[in-house]
């Protein structure tokens, strides 16, 4: 049943437990320790390998912390959240009985990491842990109450409970100023993606979640051209973090199913072939929005973008949505960030393959249009 109509304009929306949202230059320096939920907390941080050992950033949060909170760090998370990495992660964790929080440091396979840990430690004693995220990405995982993980045969699994949504999350242009550029720009498409596919998601509702994806596709529209050109723009990157936040966030608790097609196709394409989610954004959301001017409903909502991207409507949703696919396909262009399924090995022996797992079915117009899509970007 959806919670959400447009004629008549009705909806349900359920916000996450989020406690506090923090932003700007310094922001971890000045708000971390009060973000802690007792003055006796144990944080475990939870990050990648690349951040800590290529960049100040988890020393600066160890720093923080003290030995008074310090209870340890993992800094082996890698891309997709390797199922053997969270078992090392979570037997860490419960070897400490007072820990109390986890600080994720990174981008999505980090913050989902700590979900995951939190969601294993309730099932061991019955309570979830604080969760404090500090992103240095624009993927966004730090907005939802689900996280993914590859498990051992590389495929893409979950788990999802209101409670794993992080309580405080920290944006910091200090810190995103180590994330290299190309990840920065490839995970703003990922955001794009959520905002977009969000916006015709049948579950959706007006407010606040469409006019946060709307606010988030001008904002990624107008400042990622502008990030290009100057990378080290404290204010660009912090406009950029917020617009990430507003892409995700207005998913609250009670959007049904998943995003939507590039989504699909993008869990299908990830971790199989070891593909970013940034990456398989950019191959995957033109595509989907043309095949979305077949669907009247979803066009309605697609063609409601162009004047935030500065340009107008004709009237004709199905020809609108052809204009915002060739918008995001040129956006993708000119940030550098074009790429094909070849360059990650995927050959034609792989599309149907890809299409099965992206639709859950082996024939139909769906699947054929997904086959398409897929065979295009070899």
Not at 317 to 336: P, Q, S, Y
């Amino acid at each position: 049943m959806t919670e959400s109509t447009e004629h008549p304009l009705s909806g349900l929306w359920k916000p996450t437990h989020l406690q506090a949202l923090y932003y700007g230059p310094h922001s971890v320096q000045n708000y971390l320790l009060p973000c802690l939920p007792s003055p006796t907390s144990k944080a475990f941080i939870i990050t990648g390998s690349s951040l800590a050992s290529k960049t100040p950033l988890i020393k600066q949060v160890e720093s923080l912390l003290g030995a008074k909170h310090h209870a340890g760090t993992f800094s082996n998370i890698g891309q997709h959240a390797p199922v053997a990495q969270i078992d090392e992660v979570t037997d860490a964790v419960q070897k400490e009985e007072d820990i109390d929080t986890l600080i994720s440091v990174g981008g999505g396979s980090p913050i989902d990491s700590a979900k995951v840990v939190s969601y294993r430690q309730h099932e061991g004693s019955g309570r979830y842990l604080h969760h404090i995220s500090i992103p240095t990405t624009l993927s966004a995982a730090e907005c939802t109450l689900g996280a993914g993980y590859t498990n051992t045969n590389g495929a893409k699994v979950g788990v999802g409970h209101p409670e794993l949504v992080p309580h405080v999350i920290i944006y910091d242009a200090k810190f995103a100023l180590e994330t290299p550029p190309r990840l920065w720009l490839s995970t703003a498409i990922r955001a794009l993606d959520h905002a977009v596919e969000l916006l015709y998601n049948p579950t959706a509702v007006e407010s606040p979640t469409k006019q946060l994806e709307l606010t988030a596709i001008a904002t990624l529209f107008t400042y990622l051209p502008k990030y290009k050109d100057d990378p080290k723009s404290e204010e660009y990157i912090t406009r950029l973090q917020l617009a990430a936040f507003s892409s995700l966030y207005g998913w609250g608790i009670n959007v049904k199913d998943g995003l939507g097609l590039s989504h699909a196709l993008g869990y299908a394409l990830g971790s199989p072939y070891g593909i970013p989610h940034g990456i398989t954004s950019c191959l995957t959301l033109a595509g989907v929005v043309r095949l979305k001017s077949k669907d009247p409903t979803a066009a309605e909502q697609v063609a409601r973008i162009l004047p935030f991207i500065g340009e107008s409507r004709s009237g004709d949703n199905k020809a609108d949505t052809f204009k915002v696919a060739d918008a995001i396909e040129r956006l993708v262009d000119e940030l550098g960030l074009g790429s094909r399924l070849g360059d990650y090995g995927v050959g034609e022996d792989q599309v149907e393959k890809i299409a099965r797992a992206a639709t859950g079915r082996e024939e139909g117009q769906l699947y054929d249009d997904v086959v398409g899509l897929v065979r295009s970007k070899l």
